[in-house]
């Protein structure tokens, strides 16, 4: 037994839920489920997919209650059921089971994620050169696939829209502790303001659901304790600046 | 363009999991810990005033109630310490070469300077 969320927004005020009894498969996750409701009951059910393998990041629901990626919750671990399948927490229902995502978008593309030089190299001389060791500072925090979880999971950006938000904080972070890249300054301003880090209150409940282990809420301490040294350091003589 | 479902928010979201209430017991224990600090001021307080009002006090702090307090104050203090020492290797993160100290190596260490430091300051209250 299968409970989806639908939401037609031509007719409906609220979603509302739809029972569906799907045939019970060991290896089949929710979203098998979810594609035999589509393709033996109800063609209209709209939801997002793409790889079936944890990569993509596009099928990202809530499953009973918690955040997951649909591709990768095997209906066994639900048994006996029923199944409650609703669209990600914290946003905007299109239709059914999708979202709106301009608000994550906008807040990924704030945080500059990107490589920022000051001076570019030209190509004649060469790659940026990086240490296995350089690589290890931010390779855990390059791995987020952009699935929204963490958003869905964190109760903050539930009650403060303004928020950054864990995945877009987490990548900043990511290209901050990037040896190649000189655009922390350009960061700091977003990232150390009070809907960045220090919105935080450290549920932690993000870096739980992340599929891919990227520790969001790691990253946002992380960066909260560099902020506050760089506060400290300020009054000294040969200290940051400021901002 | 077609009519979106807001985003929602509950007031008693805490309650959906387990994660989050004890995240509200975490946030909670600050409560605990600012009435004890309160007693504590009080405490001294009394001492300055003179014996006399110690010992009233003393009265005070042997009532059960106030025995019950302090007991959940310090299962309190205990979940807040223990999580705050979890959270260590979370925030400091230290490279040695290609690999990083391992989490439990910084939370040891952390929760023994812990230990230590409480046994420094025991001692200096029993000399």
């Not at chain 1, 704030?110 to 000051?118: D, N, Q």
Request: aromatic share 12%.
């Amino acid at each position: 037994m299968i409970d989806v969320a639908r939401y037609h927004p031509e007719h409906d005020e609220e979603p509302q839920y739809e029972r569906f009894e799907v045939p019970y498969r060991s290896d089949w996750v929710v979203l098998d489920a979810l594609n035999h409701i589509k393709d033996q009951d109800d063609g209209s059910l709209t939801y997002r997919w793409s790889c079936r393998m944890g990569v993509c990041g596009s099928c990202g629901m809530m499953v009973n209650g918690v955040p997951v990626l649909t591709c990768a919750a095997f209906l066994r671990d639900y048994l006996p059921g029923p199944v409650r399948v609703e669209p990600l927490a914290g946003f905007p229902v299109e239709r059914d089971l999708v979202v709106d995502l301009k608000d994550f978008i906008g807040k990924l593309s704030a945080v500059k994620p990107w490589i920022i030089r000051e001076e570019e190299t030209p190509l004649s001389e060469g790659e940026y050169k990086q240490s296995p060791g350089q690589l290890a500072d931010f390779k855990q925090f390059s791995m987020c696939i952009n699935c929204m979880l963490c958003y869905s999971a964190c109760p903050v950006y539930q009650h403060e829209e303004e928020f950054v938000g864990p995945a877009a904080l987490a990548l900043a972070q990511r290209y901050n502790a990037d040896s190649r890249d000189e655009g922390n300054a350009e960061r700091y301003p977003l990232i150390w303001s009070d809907d960045g880090i220090w919105d935080c209150t450290f549920v932690g409940e993000c870096s739980e659901v992340c599929p891919k282990h990227v520790d969001p809420a790691g990253a946002i301490q992380s960066a909260k304790l560099e902020s506050t040294v760089g506060w400290y350091t300020s009054f000294l003589p040969l200290g940051r600046k400021r901002d | 363009m077609s009519k979106q479902y807001p985003r929602q928010h509950s007031s008693t979201w805490y309650l959906a999991r387990w994660p989050y209430r004890l995240f509200m017991l975490r946030e909670l224990s600050a409560v605990f810990m600012a009435v004890y600090v309160v007693l504590m001021v009080i405490m001294v307080s009394r001492i300055y005033e003179g014996q006399d009002a110690y010992e009233d006090y003393r009265d005070f702090l042997k009532s059960p109630f106030v025995i019950v307090f302090h007991l959940i104050a310090l299962a309190f203090a205990l979940l807040h310490s223990i999580t705050w020492f979890q959270a260590v290797p979370r925030a400091i993160r230290i490279r040695r070469g290609e690999e990083f100290v391992p989490p439990q190596a910084l939370i040891g260490t952390h929760i023994l300077a812990w230990f230590g430091i409480s046994v420094v300051i025991i001692g200096i209250f029993l000399i």
